[in-house]
């Protein structure tokens, strides 16, 4: 553990990439605040996050809610720095895409606003998507932040991914808006599939795609044509290195690989043979759109290093589905 560097926030503490960043701040000597949903039967068992090591002595668990802004001000007092990772996520399509836009907006909004008026927080750092970018009909073989992701192209996917591309996609872009009106300093991460470990009990969709040749999901093969991928640690580095790094301004794709499922059927077939990993012959007939990789050269250009590979991405993330009985 490293010395007190002072008090941060983590919303959304509960998910994938908080709870991974909640233990990465604790042992960079940050003490961390993290909210989570409001649970009034008190059934959530959040011992994952306050078993972590030093999170007896440097983690506060603070209930909070999207629909209600509001609720998230506690749990921001006295930060120097908050991280905004929480996000609804509704991939079964429960309530109307107009719906979750507007609380996932007027929800990022209110916490900008409690970080506004704490006097305390010197930097935002929001977690966006590679959905945000890499959605449009401008050509590219690699996009960098200057490429927006289109609503209406998103839409045209038809994919049960469609609501949480479009409200990553407009509230990022209402983030950056709302930080540059009232001078805010808030920079975005933008992760592209984020695969390897997980801390959370929940298995994370990223994860849950990327091994779909692992588990035989030839559904969702679709979202594996073209697919740009970064590990886990990577990520919740990257959100570190942001906010700690003076010159960061805007947004910054966190990406370190991008692979063909050619070549993935390719690279799980000679590395697992234990798995039935369909060959690249039976892949032809696969349809879809496929996107366009992403460019981290910002991010690398401003002294980040990526750590970790392919290798270590599915050997951790397959080791850790199988200890958690999903695989």
């Known amino acids: 553990m490293e010395a007190d560097k002072g008090k941060v926030c983590v919303t959304g503490g509960t998910g994938f990439v908080a709870s991974w960043l909640i233990m990465r701040l604790l042992q960079h000597g940050y003490s961390v605040h993290t909210t989570i949903r409001p649970d009034p039967e008190h059934k959530r068992d959040v011992s994952f996050l306050t078993s972590l090591p030093g999170a007896s002595e440097k983690l506060q668990v603070f209930e909070a809610d999207m629909s209600v802004p509001e609720s998230f001000e506690a749990a921001i007092i006295g930060c120097i720095g908050v991280f905004h990772v929480a996000t609804p996520v509704d991939f079964e399509n429960k309530e109307p895409e107009e719906v979750l836009v507007k609380r996932t907006i007027d929800g990022t909004l209110g916490i900008l606003k409690a970080c506004l008026n704490s006097r305390t927080v010197k ?80 298995f994370p969709g990223s994860v849950h795609t990327a091994l779909a040749m692992t588990l035989g999901e030839r559904e969702q093969y679709v979202f594996l044509l073209n697919v740009s991928m970064v590990h886990t640690d990577d990520v919740a580095r990257a959100h570190i290195f942001l906010f700690e790094y003076p010159d960061a301004k805007g947004r910054f794709i966190c990406s370190s690989h991008t692979i063909t499922i050619e070549e993935l059927s390719k690279f799980l077939s000679a590395k697992y043979p234990e798995f039935p990993i369909p060959k690249v012959e039976s892949l032809k007939d696969i349809e879809g759109k496929k996107l366009p990789g992403v460019s981290s050269k910002k991010l690398l250009d401003s002294g980040f290093e990526f750590n970790y590979g392919l290798d270590e991405m599915f050997d951790e993330a397959i080791q850790c589905c199988k200890e958690k009985g999903y695989l």
């Not at 996917?157 to 709302?178: D, H, Q, W």
């Not at 975005?188 to 801390?199: D, E, K, L, N, Q």
């Open 123 to 202: 930097r935002v750092v929001y977690t966006s998507s590679a959905s945000a970018v890499e959605y449009s009909d401008k050509v590219a073989d690699t996009m960098d932040e200057s490429f927006w992701s289109d609503v209406d192209y998103i839409k045209s996917f038809k994919s049960y991914f469609v609501p949480y591309n479009i409200c990553k996609t407009l509230t990022e872009k209402r983030a950056l808006e709302f930080a540059e009106e009232h001078g805010l300093d808030l920079v975005t991460v933008i992760p592209s599939f984020i695969v390897g470990p997980f801390i959370c009990p929940k």
